[in-house]
């Protein structure tokens, strides 16, 4: 395998493990911790929040450096999907492609959200309306109330051996559990 | 120019992030489905070695850049909020099939419409500021 195959990927998760907890050690050197979700309160702030909501009302320019880092991971999703480009299909198992097929989601080979359900067009249709915005809605909602998302428990607070992070995650687990398993099948359907 | 490397760290992190698929709705869905082992085993050697970091940073006082010593915080014991935010969010990742990171770096990726994504997760955190006293915690 040449360099630059391995580096248009798929990285394996042995390479991408390690690389995220270097991302968030790195933070810590940096005087930050990491949670992306901060971000999304951040937003809420400088739009205004605060006039209305007491939560808002603190000091949102001290995330400056969290907007900074999201901006980037936008950026980043352009260079490392458009310019470090691969060859290669997805990296995805034969159990889920199979799965994939058989509700015509015939994208999986190659892209990362399925075109059949996230676009511009589908954005309107019962579909599309649970998918993006009540599947975002969720998010904002859940991550807030947990007070942090994947990076925030999973990741910062697994690390510093957090049992209120535990919980949260085993909570992630029956949420993405219950969708998967139960009402995916008949939102795919509609 | 101090923040730049917020902005650099971020790239790299979309990048690592594509690559690697995490930010792929497929793969979200073979996660909850059990078909492979990959986001297990990003997710468990991320945490692994970041536990490891962490425990040498205490061990040995470590300092940041500034020189301040690096201090984490412990999570407030309190159960409810962990649980019922936790749950609701897990029902939002596996929907969109991304959580927070990964919706910022699918719009990059040539997924423009997860913007839609973005503005409506700032809607939801604004609603759970608007609700918040009334939440159980």
Redesign the interface.
């Given at each position: 395998m040449s360099v630059w195959e391995a580096i248009t990927g798929p990285w394996p998760w042995y390479v991408a493990g390690p690389l995220i907890a270097g991302v968030y050690l790195l933070l810590l050197y940096f005087g930050r911790s990491f949670g992306i979700s901060g971000s999304l309160r951040a937003m809420c702030s400088a739009l205004g929040a605060g006039r209305r909501v007491e939560f808002f009302r603190f000091d949102w320019k001290g995330q400056t450096w969290n907007l900074l880092f999201v901006a980037g991971t936008l950026i980043g999703g352009f260079v490392g999907h458009f310019v470090l480009a691969g060859p290669e299909a997805p990296g995805l198992s034969e159990a889920l492609t199979t799965w994939a097929e058989e509700r015509g989601l015939e994208s999986w080979r190659t892209g990362l959200a399925p075109v059949e359900l996230f676009s511009w067009e589908a954005l309107l249709t019962p579909r599309g309306l649970i998918l993006m915005v009540g599947g975002g809605f969720l998010v904002g909602f859940g991550s807030r109330y947990a007070g942090g998302c994947t990076s925030g428990h999973a990741i910062s607070g697994l690390s510093n051996l957090q049992l209120p992070s535990l919980v949260a995650v085993i909570g992630f687990f029956i949420g993405g559990l219950l969708v998967t398993w139960f009402l995916m099948p008949h939102i795919l359907a509609l | 120019m101090k923040?730049l490397?917020?902005?650099?760290?971020?790239?790299?992190?979309?990048?690592?992030?594509?690559?690697?698929?995490?930010?792929?709705?497929?793969?979200?869905?073979?996660?909850?489905?059990f078909?492979?082992?990959?986001?297990?085993?990003?997710?468990?050697?991320?945490?692994?070695?970041?536990?490891l970091?962490?425990a040498l940073?205490k061990r040995w006082r470590l300092k940041?850049?500034?020189g301040?010593r690096?201090v984490?915080?412990?999570?407030?014991?309190?159960?409810p909020?962990?649980?019922?935010?936790?749950?609701?969010?897990?029902?939002?990742?596996?929907?969109?099939?991304?959580?927070?990171?990964p919706?910022?770096?699918?719009?990059?990726?040539?997924?423009p419409?997860?913007l839609?994504?973005?503005?409506?997760?700032?809607?939801?955190?604004?609603?759970?500021?608007?609700l918040?006293d009334k939440?159980p915690h």
């Open positions: - | 923040q490397k917020f902005i650099l760290l971020g790239v790299f992190f979309g990048i690592l992030f594509t690559k690697s698929e995490v930010i792929s709705w497929y793969r979200i869905q073979e996660m909850f489905r078909q492979s082992f990959h986001m297990y085993g990003i997710i468990g050697s991320a945490v692994v070695l970041g536990a970091g962490t940073i940041d850049l500034y301040n690096i984490l915080q412990d999570k407030a014991r309190t159960w909020r962990y649980l019922i935010g936790g749950t609701i969010f897990g029902l939002g990742w596996a929907l969109t099939g991304a959580c927070p990171g919706m910022f770096a699918l719009v990059g990726a040539g997924h419409v997860f839609v994504v973005i503005v409506s997760a700032i809607a939801g955190t604004w609603a759970y500021g608007a918040r939440l």
